[in-house]
């Protein structure tokens, strides 16, 4: 329950934006091909919902222990990183920043994964909706940084 909570009070923050940054966001140029942005919503509750079972599987090895703590710090940062790419972005109005957010998102990751793999491998599978997703999310936000050069 408390991985739960704590997952969907960071998300929450996520979705914070500030004023005229989604409107900026929807006039930017997107490629023809980004047929599936009204799927990114879901798309990223599935993977936040992953990323909380992984956590949750990892605090079941060994509650309470320091190490399992440090693992707890790692999947809140992920989170935290995530979270902070729109609000960030649209304050900033500029993709770059949101490229760079996702892709310390992405590293972050694969750090976190490598980390739990000893703990709990079924946890770090849990995490592979998150290292497949975060790179076609970062990579979007770069075509269309090269879309939209004023606004990259």
Do not use: D
């Not at 409107?23 to 990223?44: A, C, D, G, Y």
């Not at 992984?54 to 935290?80: C, D, I, K």
């Not at 902070?84 to 976190?112: C, D, E, N, Q």
């Amino acid at each position: 329950m408390v991985v739960g909570g704590v997952t969907l009070l960071v998300a929450l923050l996520g979705s914070i934006t500030p004023p005229g940054g989604a409107k900026w966001f929807q006039r930017l140029q997107r490629p023809s091909w980004l047929t599936f942005e009204k799927l990114i919503p879901v798309i990223w509750t599935v993977v936040f919902v992953c990323g909380a079972v992984s956590a949750t599987l990892v605090w079941q090895q060994a509650p309470g222990e320091p190490a399992t703590w440090l693992l707890m710090a790692g999947y809140v940062l992920l989170e935290l990183i995530t979270v902070a790419y729109s609000p960030v972005m649209l304050i900033t109005r500029k993709l770059r920043v949101g490229m760079v957010i996702g892709a310390t998102g992405f590293v972050v990751a694969i750090v976190l994964a490598l980390s739990v793999l000893p703990v709990s491998g079924q946890a770090a599978a849990f995490l592979l909706p998150y290292l497949i997703w975060s790179p076609i999310g970062t990579y979007t936000t770069w075509v269309m940084a090269q879309l939209n050069p004023s606004e990259a």
